[in-house]
């Protein structure tokens, strides 16, 4: 099946002159990796899709993190993000550039027996702070949070919250800490680049119900650890720099105040590849065919001397 798949993007593709991907997503244990014939599975593929969480939840006896970086104090070793991208390269022989890592916009809870703590006996999903728990959303976390102490699990790189005031909550999630920190592992692994689950996770809304986002946390934590060269240096303005549509299909214009003369413009995808890139621009306007882009989060950046302005697009 696969091979049929191959071939008919391939075919496709010639003839309507665009490239199509064959992508793959694979469970994070060795049980669900050993069931493919990755030497004829992986040559055809352009992405694997690590979905590298669920490592732990309310169905274990004991609390322990949904997406642990490194294996935790307590728990299987073969139960973290470290692991199972070792398993891929160095048992499947998977080069670690077709490899996204998963990261979670989502929690998981559990509650606990008696013990307050990480690693203690526990009975089941928290139904009374998350009654709707299927897996709990980090913006609906982040509202209740004043429910709960906020710890940090240093072997695993993970957070998780502890229920105030007598309660027995638990909830193991990613912040923009840990999030950061997986990030900055996949491009250290060389990675292809994360993979979100979901990227509605993330919505902040100015207030519940509001409809209007804030802010994207978790996604500028993403940023900040793969498009760092494009960010760094200079002074930080603003330059009126805005570009639309957002999300981008297959235009997208650029515009700037007039004041700027002869900017460069550059857009970097968040796996850190640069898309754009011109110099000496004039006028105050750009337009960018980005039919041939893949999808995903973009940095659109626009440069004066000693001066940049950035915003983030996405493209669907």
């Not at 519940?208 to 940023?223: E, H, M």
Request: aromatic residues 10%.
């Amino acid at each position: 099946m696969i091979s049929e798949l191959k071939a008919a993007l391939v075919k496709t593709g010639n003839s309507d002159g665009k490239s199509y991907l064959l992508t793959f997503a694979t469970g994070p244990a060795q049980k669900h990796m050993a069931q493919i014939d990755w030497a004829m599975v992986e040559p055809q593929l352009d992405l694997i899709h690590l979905m590298s969480y669920n490592y732990y939840g309310a169905w274990d006896k004991t609390t322990n993190h949904n997406t642990p970086l490194y294996k935790p104090a307590t728990g299987n070793f073969r139960y973290n993000v470290d692991h199972s991208v070792t398993l891929l390269t160095d048992t499947f022989n998977i080069p670690s550039s077709k490899i996204t890592l998963g990261l979670a916009f989502y929690g998981r809870t559990a509650t606990f027996q008696e013990e307050v703590a990480l690693h203690a006996p526990s009975t089941g999903i928290d139904a009374i702070s998350f009654p709707d728990e299927k897996g709990t959303s980090y913006f609906i976390i982040m509202l209740k949070q004043n429910l709960f102490d906020t710890e940090f699990d240093e072997v695993a790189k993970v957070p998780y919250l502890t229920g105030k005031n007598g309660s027995k909550a638990f909830v193991s999630f990613d912040d923009e800490n840990s999030i950061g920190q997986k990030t900055a592992f996949a491009v250290q692994k060389n990675m292809a680049g994360v993979v979100i689950w979901d990227i509605s996770g993330d919505y902040i809304e100015t207030k519940p119900g509001s409809g209007k986002i804030a802010g994207t946390p978790l996604c500028n934590a993403i940023l900040a650890n793969t498009c760092r060269d494009a960010i760094a240096g200079g002074k930080i303005t603003d330059f009126g720099l805005r570009a639309y549509p957002n999300p981008v299909l297959d235009e997208m214009d650029i515009v700037w105040t007039e004041t700027v003369f002869s900017p460069s413009i550059e857009v970097i995808s968040a796996s850190g590849q640069k898309v754009f890139s011109g110099s000496s621009i004039q006028g105050n306007q750009l337009k960018i065919n980005t039919s041939n882009w893949s999808c995903g989060i973009y940095l659109v950046s626009i440069s004066a001397p000693n001066e940049k302005a950035s915003v983030k697009v996405v493209k669907l």
